[in-house]
Structure formats: structure tokens, C-alpha cells
């Protein structure tokens, strides 16, 4: 459900009061529909997000990062040259409509961004100082308009009606930051469960194809097992004819013969090819007989082959939709696509520490990592030295745990455990988020971005130090220590600490 024209409404005279003024200092294309621009006023700045995808089209503040293709679309490239460094003048809602226009100003030319959000024809256009479109998201799908660059850009044809029934499901006292994060708590699990869907249909399309494909072969195969059953009556019928061969001649089309069955004696009567000799005849009954009956092995055999692999791969539809619903509880993974950051680094985060060995209380033998007890009761395991991180990741953990770490620094590696459909309980997740900060490059610094992800999502580099990862389908926060949260957390350390109160140093 997309916002409504009085909440589109809502939202741009907040962002009008907040934003207008400040300068462009990044831009984002995560999809063709999904666009982020930063702007910076003094003291604070502001990700504005647009989206028109289908169904969910909105405008808010957005306080998640969300990443983009590893190719960058040509529209952002567009919106880079034209809005980057721009003073954005003013926003502002086209009357009537659910349509919003971005007014920028740059050496002295002025650029207007208009995102209409508009359900299922959204879009986003952007226009120079004449009106002219000078390029699109997305190709434009309406007949009525003639939306295309080099043409001017032309307001939808039809104003909505006014409806005064039309709800607002936000409140405006909250604030421009209020109605945000109101806005985007009520479509996140409903993006959640497109992803899921999006996932789901990767996964499960092509194991419905093969299926599909096993399923015509088993029957294929079923017909011809079906065929060989027919090898007893070939015999029967050389038995038959051979016990009255002196009785038939060349070009006769029939014979009557003596069948002696279970039920007792009686006359049938046998087509004949007049074109064979009753030799021939003969040959050719028991000629059927040996084909059938050879082949009745490899057809029982193909159809027992075939009927295990359409189980098989029903068993992994199954399975696929019980996972797809299980990591999606756990996390909701943002775009499917490996980060790569604009300073180049892309996903790597490599950890090198000093190693220190630990051992596990009463077993003398050493672990790769330290645990430590969420104040939901989970456990949080944190790598102790490079090698360490990489015993961690890829020998103790699983595909479904949670995995975290500093962003674009050396520091542990660390993970949540999680049994069978159990899932990240809040609070595990704020210590977790502290554990990543604290034992990183950033401990000390204030705030500091971590990212988390799936361990399944996580792999080393192929060429690389012990402990170098690169990893995908992560989401990316900011964290700010929490000095009372992490003194919880390493008084209830479940082995040793140094010298700053847990965990390896970083170096």
C-alpha cells in the first residue's frame, strides 16, 4: 500500500522546513525505483529517500543504509554530475497529486527532480531549468504522457479526486524524524516479505522446472515399463503359433489355435502378417519377446531412478521454503548484492590481531573465540585473533547464524548462534552490535558503522590474510558505545580478558 496524496503531503511540508537549504553531498541508486540523496546542513544530515516501486511508493527519511549493484545504473551517473554539491532550494508536492518536485541550484543552473508516486506507473524524472526531461529511472509505461528525454516533462493528465475519507496514518506532531522511521517501520516487513517472495521464486523456479521435466521422463518411462509387461503375451504367442505351424501358409492373414489356460481349454484365434513365412512368424513373436523382456530391467530401473529424483527434488522445495522462512526471521537482509563502498574498499573486512589462546573453563582445550551472554541469555561468540576469526566463521559457526563486523576495519568477527527457527532477540542484537565496535579498530573513537549479515553469506578471499572476508546481503548501522551494556558484557566473559576489558587487541 503506497502513501496516500495527504501523507505525501505530510511529509514534504516537514521536509521542506528541514531540508530545504542544505547541499548534496551523496547520491544512491540501490534499484531503478529506490533512490537515496544525503543532504548536509549544519550540524546534521538528512538520506531522503525515494521510492516508487510498485505498491510501496513513499518519501521519507531513511536511517538504514541500503547498497546498491555492483554496476552502477546510468540515472544515478546523471544525477551525480547534475545534483552533487547542489543546494537543494525547496520541495514541494505537485497540487493535487502524488507527486513530489526537488528544486536544486548548482553554479548559477537550476535542476528539479520530480519522483511521481504513483503506484504502479512511479517514476522518477529529471529536468532542467526549462522543464525538460533530461533523463528517466525507468522507461516511462504511460500512453497518455509522451515522457521520454529530450521531450518536456508533462504532469500526470488526470488530478486524484479530493477525498476527505482518504486516512493519515501518521502523526504529524511526531516530526519529520518521527513520521520516518513511523513510515518506514510500517513497510519494512512488508518489503521483508517481497524479498522472501523474490528469494523464494529464485530458488524454488528452477527446482519446479526440473520437476517438471522429471515428472514427463517418469511417465515416458512408466509407458515403457507398461510395454514390457506385453513380453509374456510375444511368448505366448510363438508358443502358439509354432504348435500349429504346419497349418499355416504363406499369405494367410489368420489361424485358429488350441490355448490351454487356467480356466481350462479354448479356440483363439491369431493375426497373421501374409507377407511372412510362418517361420518368420515364429521368429518374430519370440524376436518381441527377447526385446521386452530385456528391457522390462532397464525401464523398472529408469522409473525407480526417476521416481527417487522427483522426491528428492520435491524434498528440497520443501526445504528451500523452510529455510527461506527461517533466515528471514532471523534477518532481513537488505538488496541482494555484495557491498562495495564508494572509497573502493568493497566488502573486505580483514581482521589482524595479536593471537592469544584461550582456553575453554574445565575442557583444556582451546577455542577459537570468546563467549560472552546477551541480557536476553544468548550467546555471542567474538574471534580472537585473525586466525582465529577464520576458525570462528568457517569451522564453529553455521549457515544461519549471525555474523558481524566493523565496517571497512580490522576487528573480530563475530557471531550469534542460533538453534533450529530460533531467532536474534533484540537485546542479543544490541550486544552483539557493541561487541563488533568495542573489539575493532573503532574501539575508542565514539560511533562506528558495523554490518551484519548471514554466516552463509560470508567467504574468504581467495587471496588473502587469515581472517579477510568478503561477504553480502548485509545490512549496515551505526553504533555508538554503550559503556554500561558492554561492562554487563565483559564481567560475564566466559573466558580472558585483556587489558581493555575483553577480547583480542587490534591492530
Known sequence: MSLNRLEIGLVVRLLAGEAAGGFVQKIRLTTPRRLFIEVRRPGKSLRIFLCTDSGRTRICLADEREEGP?????????????????????????????????????????????????????????????????????????????????????????????????????????????????????????????RRQEAQAKILGPLRARLKKTLRALDAARGDLARTERADEFRQRGELLKSVMDRIRRGDRQV????????????????????????????????????????????????????????????????????????????????PHARADEDGRGGLNASRTQPRHGRARGSG???????????????????????????????????????????????????????????????????????????????????GEVSWTLVKYVRRQKKGVPGAVVYSQEKTVLVRPDEARLRRLLSGNDGDDDERGGGPSTA
Open 70 to 194: 555492483e554496476t552502477p545504473f546510468s540515472f544515478q551517473g546523471l544525477l551525480r554530475s547534475r545534483l552533487l554539491g547542489a543546494e537543494l532550494l525547496s520541495v514541494s508536492q505537485l497540487e493535487g497529486e502524488r507527486a513530489v518536485r526537488l528544486e536544486f541550484s548548482a553554479h548559477g543552473q537550476k535542476t528539479a527532480l520530480v519522483a511521481e508516486l504513483t503506484g504502479r506507473h512511479g517514476n522518477l524524472f529529471l529536468l532542467d531549468e526549462r522543464g525538460v526531461i533530461l533523463g528517466t529511472a525507468a522507461p516511462s509505461s504511460s500512453a497518455a504522457r509522451r515522457l521520454q528525454p529530450g521531450a518536456p516533462y508533462e504532469p500526470p493528465v488526470t488530478p486524484l479526486p479530493e477525498r476527505e475519507s482518504e486516512p493519515v496514518r501518521f502523526d504529524e506532531a511526531a516530526g519529520l524524524i518521527g513520521v520516518s522511521e513511523a513510515i518506514q517501520a510500517f513497510y519494512r516487513p512488508r518489503e521483508a516479505a517481497q
Open 256 to 335: 485358429q489355435v488350441t490355448e490351454y489356460a487356467e480356466d481350462g481349454i479354448r479356440q483363439r484365434v491369431l493375426t497373421l502378417n501374409p507377407a511372412l513365412t510362418p517361420r518368420q512368424e515364429v521368429e518374430a513373436a519370440y524376436r518381441q519377446y527377447r526385446r521386452l523382456s530385456g528391457g522390462r530391467t532397464r525401464a523398472a530401473a529408469r522409473v525407480a531412478e526417476l521416481e527417487a529424483s522427483a522426491a528428492s527434488l520435491r524434498q528440497k522445495m520443501e526445504q528451500a521454503a523452510r529455510e527461506d522462512a527461517a533466515e528471514a526471521s532471523a534477518l532481513e537482509v537488505g538488496a
Open 365 to 447: 582445550k582451546a577455542l577459537p573465540f570468546r563467549e560472552y551472554r546477551s541480557a536476553a541469555g544468548q550467546r555471542i561468540w567474538t574471534g580472537k585473533s585473525a586466525r582465529h576469526n577464520d576458525a570462528l566463521t568457517f569451522g564453529c559457526a553455521k549457515g544461519c547464524d549471525i555474523w558481524m563486523h566493523a565496517r571497512g576495519v580490522p576487528g573480530s568477527h563475530v557471531v550469534v548462534p542460533l538453534e533450529r527457527n530460533e531467532q536474534m532477540k533484540e537485546e542479543t542484537r544490541r550486544d552483539a552490535l557493541q561487541l563488533a565496535l568495542r573489539f575493532s579498530d573503532l574501539a575508542g573513537g565514539g560511533a
